[in-house]
């Protein structure tokens, strides 16, 4: 059993940046694609971003390509999200994800909140106009 846990999140002014953070307790942890989704009120959970086991690979939804940035620490247990530029619109709380098995096209896979085993009890993201 993965446990997830988020933090980094806060109010923020529009234009401004936050990282999140998200530790896992497994050990394996460099087996795993993490992932970043969010979440608002009354909506569907969409994908952010995902990372490879390695680090070496990343797919980013288009509405925050150039502005969020993956990455991840394997010696730590940790992914994070650099978020830049931050909108009224991205105010809505961020999970972190993990899936180990490996199959199909990766970016098709790590971007389907489905494909994902453990998640993170979410951090809430707000950015005030």
């Known amino acids: 059993q993965v446990q997830l846990v988020e933090s980094g999140g806060g109010l923020v002014q529009a234009g401004g940046s936050l990282r999140l953070f998200c530790v896992a307790s497994?050990?394996?942890?460099?087996?795993?694609?993490m992932g970043w989704f969010r979440q608002a009120p009354g909506k569907e959970r969409e994908f952010v971003a995902a990372?490879?086991?390695?680090?070496?690979?990343?797919y980013c939804a288009a509405y925050v390509k150039g502005r969020f940035t993956i990455s991840r620490e394997n010696v730590k247990n940790t992914v994070y999200s650099k978020m830049n530029s931050l909108k009224a619109e991205d105010a809505h709380v961020y999970y972190c994800?993990?899936?180990?098995?490996?199959?199909?096209?990766?970016?098709?896979?790590?971007?389907?909140?489905?494909?994902?085993?453990?998640w993170g009890q979410g951090t809430q993201v707000t950015a005030s106009s």
């Open positions: 497994e050990r394996t942890f460099s087996f795993y694609t």
């Open positions: 990372i490879g086991w390695s680090g070496g690979t990343t």
């Open positions: 994800a993990a899936y180990r098995v490996e199959a199909g096209n990766w970016a098709s896979v790590a971007s389907s909140w489905a494909s994902y085993n453990y």
